[in-house]
C-alpha cells in the first residue's frame, strides 16, 4: 500500500528555504525604502535650493535668517515691505518628524542646505539634523 502525501523532513526543508528566501526578500526591500527616503531627502533639498536661486535672483543676496520659514515668504533687504512666496510649503523629512532639513547662510552669496541621510553620505558634519540635537548632517548642498 503505498501513502500519498510528504514526510514530516520534506515538509521542514520546505519551510526552512521559505523562511530563507522570506528573510533575503526583506532585507532587499527594506534597503530599497531606504534608497526611495534617501532620494526623497536629496530631492526635498534641490527643491529648497531652486527656491532660494530665485530670491537671490530677486534680491541679489540669499536669505541670512537662520532657519527658512515655512511657506517661504520672504522680502529683499532693500524692499522689505514687499514680500514674495517661494515654496507654499517647506519638505519635511519622509521617515519622520525627528529629522530636519538645515539651513546655514555662510554669507550674503553662500549656503548650505543639510539632510541626514540613511543611507550614509559623504560630508562630515557637525551641523545637528535631529531635533534632539544628537544627529550629524551627512549631506549637503550649496548655492551652484
Known sequence: MEKKGFTLIELLVVITIMGILMGILLVSY????????????????????????????????YPSTASLPNPLTLACPSSPTITRTYMSELPSDPLSAQYRYVYTNTGAHAYYIYAYLEGGGTVTSTVKCDIAGTQNCNYRVQQP
Do not use: N
Open 30 to 61: 527594506q534597503g530599497a525604502r531606504v534608497s526611495a527616503r534617501d532620494g526623497k531627502r536629496k530631492a526635498d533639498l534641490e527643491q529648497i535650493r531652486s527656491a532660494l536661486q530665485m530670491y537671490h535672483s530677486d534680491c541679489s543676496v
